[in-house]
T-cell receptor, first 116, second 115 residues
């Protein structure tokens, strides 16, 4: 069964600095999708960034970028120029390509604090 | 607001009672998902619908849980004979339903506390 591991329960970053959140996963599939979701306190979860496994180029969305290492099964999220509004729980998630479509498998999350 | 909505936002019940939650997806979305999130954990998949058809159910969805989406629009999740272990946040999400690798849009969740 596929699993997603986030080894950092909590992280802290100074405003305007850069932080990297780690995520590793385990799968025997070659085609799959990876996501980072953000869950602010008492607010709904929103998609931050996503990556298709067959694409070697790392996805970027403004201040957010990923470092996707398929062989190492690693999918880290880099947040540049951190802002106070980035404070939230961040979840890494995995989705099979051809199997259980829509069945996202989440990690336990990393709580990010941003210090002014 | 055209996002995913869930009602109620909070529910406190006594053990053994039945509860029902409602989810209204984004209007043009064909897929609807239910997840459960316990404290300190990421969401866990429960079930999903493509229009009115329930296509997959997790082993987490015991016989006490039932989900419906009768007209392919809103969905309900019912828990019968609630147990304290059912206390969690129940999240609903929706997506267009045109294939894999779709963005799922989440609702605010229903927080259930079973006393």
């Amino acid at each position: 069964a596929q699993t997603v591991t986030q080894s950092q329960p909590e992280m802290s970053v100074q405003e305007a600095e850069t932080v990297t959140l780690s995520c590793t996963y385990d799968t025997s599939e070659s085609d799959y999708y990876l996501f980072w979701y953000k869950q602010p306190p008492s607010r709904q979860m929103i998609l931050v960034i996503r990556q298709e496994a067959y694409k070697q180029q790392n996805a970027t969305e403004n201040r957010f970028s990923v470092n996707f290492q398929k062989a190492a099964k690693s999918f880290s999220l880099k947040i540049s120029d951190s802002q106070l509004g980035d404070a939230a729980m961040y979840f890494c998630a995995y989705e099979d390509y051809g199997g259980s479509q829509g069945n996202l498998i989440f990690g336990k999350g990393t709580k990010l604090s941003v210090k002014p | 607001d055209t996002g995913v909505s869930q009602n109620p936002r909070h529910k406190i019940t006594k053990r053994g009672q039945n509860v029902t939650f409602r989810c209204d997806p984004i209007s043009e979305h064909n897929r609807l998902y239910w997840y459960r999130q316990t404290l300190g954990q990421g969401p866990e998949f429960l079930t999903y619908f493509q229009n009115e058809a329930q296509l997959e159910k997790s082993r987490l969805l015991s016989d006490r849980f039932s989900a419906e989406r009768p007209k392919g629009s809103f969905s309900t999740l019912e828990i019968q004979r609630t147990e304290q272990g059912d206390s969690a946040m129940y999240l609903c999400a929706s997506s267009l339903g045109q294939g894999a690798f779709e963005t799922q849009y989440f609702g605010p969740g229903t927080r259930l506390l079973v006393l």
